[in-house]
């Protein structure tokens, strides 16, 4: 198990959307705890099942104490730059890809983001999977797959603001 990246009173910022597990008290399981982008405080640092450091963050805009693995954060002084999707999410391809002339994944094939690239030229991009391969692919290239809420529910506050 890695050290701790962080320590009491860190500010700290979280890299994804946080859902409940059904972990946390007075919310639906599923539902939006804290959104990508947003700010804490760490408040505690324990361990899951004795290799994950988990923190307990303080998100003071929304007053609510969630517990955090490491690689939902990143320091709250880090350069963030907003993205449509993250680790996890479910996209398809929303134009053919391919190398060197082969598609690779057609147009609405579905795929997984590996790892959000923030610093790439031109833009945010992501490592996504499809069909057994990892392809670099630009946010414009994808968009959210069928039943997947997460980049919706992203879309639906942007829209709101």
């Not at 999977?129 to 997947?148: H, I, M, N, S």
């Amino acid at each position: 198990m890695e050290p701790p990246r962080f320590d009491y009173g860190d500010e700290v910022r979280v890299v994804r959307n946080l859902r409940n597990d059904g972990t946390f008290p007075g919310e639906a399981t599923g539902a939006l705890l804290v959104r990508r982008g947003s700010t804490g405080v760490v408040r505690d640092i324990g361990t899951f099942l004795q290799d994950q450091v988990i923190y307990t963050v303080h998100f003071t805009d929304s007053d609510k104490l969630v517990g955090c693995r490491d690689r939902e954060l990143i320091g709250g002084e880090e350069p963030w730059v907003p993205s449509l999707f993250e680790f996890g999410d479910k996209v398809v391809a929303s134009i053919i890809l391919g190398i060197n002339g082969d598609v690779v994944a057609a147009k609405g094939d579905p795929g997984e983001i590996l790892k959000v690239v923030r610093d790439a030229p031109g833009g945010v991009a992501y490592h996504v999977r499809f069909r057994g391969r990892t392809l670099q692919v630009p946010e414009t290239a994808l968009a959210a797959a069928p039943g997947d809420t997460t980049a919706q529910d992203e879309t639906i506050e942007e829209g709101a603001q």
